[in-house]
């Protein structure tokens, strides 16, 4: 009976401290950080002509990620975190390559996102350049990236 115990005890406390490991890793929702609505006519000048010059930014936004100001050093990756059963993404990831932290973007976010000082900037719809006659209809969400 005391084996049983044990192990029983054993079990228990390996599946609370893994509980507690996973959800201790460095990575946070976007969701979880400060943020605000932003008008297009309020954005950066960086990033209104990023807009307004998609061509500009054509290997960027294939990768669904724009840096700016263009040619500064990379110091963000995506990656798409797919899920566990089938090849469907289950959300993407943001990574700090220099902290080597994470910040998790739900599957159903808009993209490209954009990141300008130290901010985030996620638009309110897909396909903004293809789609959007009048960019000041536009919205984004900027958050503020630690």
Same mark, same amino acid.
């Given at each position: 009976?005391? /084996? ?7 079990? *228990? &406390? @390996?599946?609370?401290?893994? /509980? ?24 950066? @000048? ?8 998609? %061509? ?11 840096? !700016?100001?263009?040619?500064?050093? @990379?110091?963000?990756?995506?990656? *798409? ?15 700090? !390559?220099? *902290? ?8 159903? @976010? ?9 901010? !985030? ?5 897909? %396909? ?9 209809? !536009?919205?984004?969400? &900027?958050?503020?990236?630690?």
């Amino acid at each position: 009976m005391t /084996i049983k115990k044990n192990i029983s005890t054993i079990f *228990n &406390r @390996v599946f609370i401290l893994s /509980i507690i490991f996973f959800s201790s890793c460095n990575d946070r929702n976007i969701n979880t950080l400060k943020h605000e609505k932003v008008k297009f006519n309020d954005l950066p @000048v960086e990033i209104v002509n990023c807009i307004k010059n998609p %061509n500009d930014f054509q290997e960027e936004r294939n990768n669904m990620l724009i840096e !700016l100001p263009k040619g500064k050093n @990379v110091e963000y990756k995506v990656e *798409n975190v797919k899920t566990w059963i089938g090849p469907w993404v289950s959300y993407v990831k943001l990574i700090n !390559l220099h *902290n080597n932290t994470f910040y998790k973007i739900d599957q159903e @976010v808009p993209n490209p996102y954009i990141l300008f000082e130290n901010r !985030l900037y996620v638009p309110d719809r897909y %396909n903004i350049f293809t789609t959007v006659d009048d960019l000041n209809e !536009l919205e984004f969400i &900027r958050y503020e990236l630690k």
